[in-house]
């Protein structure tokens, strides 16, 4: 049974507007929680990760909300860029596994 | 320049043989990981290791075995039991302490039985 799941298989947005990707789960034991990004034939890059004691956490032009009352986690890129067109894999630990979702695939327009 | 190696990038074989894919870590990281990417699919889980003699299976061990006699190094290897060995491959490492610490990928190999 998937424990992390993406429901958005791919998402499209215009360069220089906000992209959200959005992640939800099922195992309240889990305390942290990770983006990652990856292109075709490579593997993850880790982008932005958040402990469960906190709902927010900010680096440069991305920003990864947490709403552990809905088992919620959403990613902001704002603005969203060419280059950030890839898949993102939302993740989460309960401090001795990681569990992935299936993936969004993000394609930013110029 | 520290990082986690994989290869080789791309391995071809025929049904009925055991391949081994290799990982090696210079990030001085206690725990490994192996995952296989499905299209459509996330990251599954084969086997992990949390320290050097030590590994655990995860969500799809059937058919896979590994081996933790370093601690830099966490081959992978695909046994003919394996039922449908063609996928993408990815090895990964942690540091200790975690729970609250990001996984780190390999590139990745691409297995290719026929």
């Known amino acids: 049974d998937q424990q992390v799941k993406q429901n958005s298989p791919s998402l499209s947005v215009q360069e220089g507007r906000i992209s959200i990707l959005n992640c939800d789960y099922t195992n309240s034991m889990f305390d942290y929680f990770l983006w990652y990004k990856k292109y075709p034939a490579e593997g993850p890059t880790f982008l932005i990760s958040i402990s469960s004691i906190k709902d927010k956490n900010e680096d440069g032009r991305f920003t990864v909300f947490l709403n552990k009352s809905a088992k919620h986690l959403s990613l902001h890129i704002v603005p969203s860029q060419p280059g950030d067109s890839a898949v993102y894999f939302c993740?989460?630990?309960?401090?001795?596994?990681?569990?992935f979702g299936t993936g969004t695939s993000l394609t930013v327009i110029p | 320049d520290g990082g986690i190696t994989q290869s080789p990038k791309y391995l071809f074989r025929k049904e009925g043989q055991n391949v081994t894919l290799s990982c090696e870590q210079n990030l001085n990281h206690d725990a490994m990981y192996w995952y296989r990417q499905d299209p459509g699919q996330g990251l599954r889980l084969i086997y992990y290791?949390?320290?050097?003699?030590?590994?655990q299976k995860g969500d799809i061990a059937e058919g896979y075995s590994v081996s933790r006699e370093k601690k830099e190094s966490f081959p992978l290897t695909v046994t003919s039991a394996q039922k449908n060995p063609t996928a993408f491959y990815l090895c990964?490492?942690?540091?200790?302490?975690?729970?609250?610490?990001?996984?780190?990928f390999g590139n990745g190999t691409r297995l290719t039985v026929t």
């Open positions: 290791s949390q320290i050097v003699n030590d590994f």
């Open positions: 990964a490492s942690s540091a200790p302490g975690q729970g609250a610490s990001p996984l780190h």
């Open positions: 993740a989460a630990s309960d401090g001795n596994q990681f569990y």
